[in-house]
T-cell receptor, first 121, second 114 residues
């Protein structure tokens, strides 16, 4: 139980294009989803927190117009990197929290997706 | 604010050796503490957690005890395997001050040689 998926797992795009990454909770309802960015050999950097049906809360220094987050349902959040540039190349990871008796998720525990590796040429 | 400090890596051990990865924290409230593991090229997996003082989290032979007096949550395993090679992250969440947001340590790379 408590499975989170991401799609795509790998994406290569040209500079200036936009890329959308999906994060889905497969077997529980995710009331809150988080988006992280991770550089090689470094820890995770929280980019934003999104609650279903409301606007995302961005961390300081994260451009909300560049990293568009939509959390339209209890099982899906998307991150769109707009006008991507090589410096946006990174490993993007989402996580979700939610409480669902059916799959025994635990409140406040974040369940992570497998990550999406973005390479901007 | 909240912070997590982890033992610097990388850590290299031989199979069946004893493992300790130190983790200490600073928090203004009463946090929950977590260890996550990241295998190469993958996302994070929850390894174990503890939600209050003196709780012991355990999973797959790993264990960690929430020590409020020393503000620590050290990860231990009695006999490591090659398959334990990964990056380990200590983290905390403090519902009162930051909701479900996690504060991560820097991560410790563990390599286990046969």
């Amino acid at each position: 139980g408590a499975v989170v998926s991401q799609h795509p797992s790998w994406v290569i795009c040209k500079s200036g294009t936009s890329v959308k990454i999906e994060c889905r909770s497969l077997d529980f309802q995710a009331t809150t989803m988080f988006w992280y960015r991770q550089f090689p050999k470094q820890s995770l950097m929280l980019m934003a927190t999104s609650n279903e049906g409301s606007k995302a809360t961005y961390e300081q220094g994260v451009e909300k117009d560049k990293f568009l987050i939509n959390h339209a349902s209890l099982t899906l959040s998307t991150l769109t990197v707009t006008s991507a540039h090589p410096e946006d190349s990174s490993f993007y990871i989402c996580s979700a929290t939610g409480y669902d008796l059916g799959v025994r998720t635990e409140k406040e525990t974040q369940y992570f997706g497998p990550g999406t590796r973005l390479l901007v040429l | 604010g909240n912070s997590v400090t982890q033992m610097e890596g990388p850590v290299t051990l031989s199979e069946e050796a004893f493992l300790t990865i130190n983790c200490t924290y600073t928090a203004t409230g009463y946090p929950s503490l977590f260890w996550y593991v990241q295998y190469p090229g993958e996302g994070l997996q929850l390894l174990l957690k503890a939600t209050k003082a003196d709780d012991k989290g355990s999973n797959k032979g790993f264990e960690a005890t929430y020590r409020k007096e020393t503000t620590s949550f050290h990860l231990e395993k009695g006999s490591v395997q090659v398959s334990d090679s990964a990056v380990y992250f200590c983290a905390l969440s403090d519902q009162e001050t930051s909701g479900s947001r996690l504060t991560f340590g820097e991560g410790t790379q563990l390599t286990v040689n046969p």
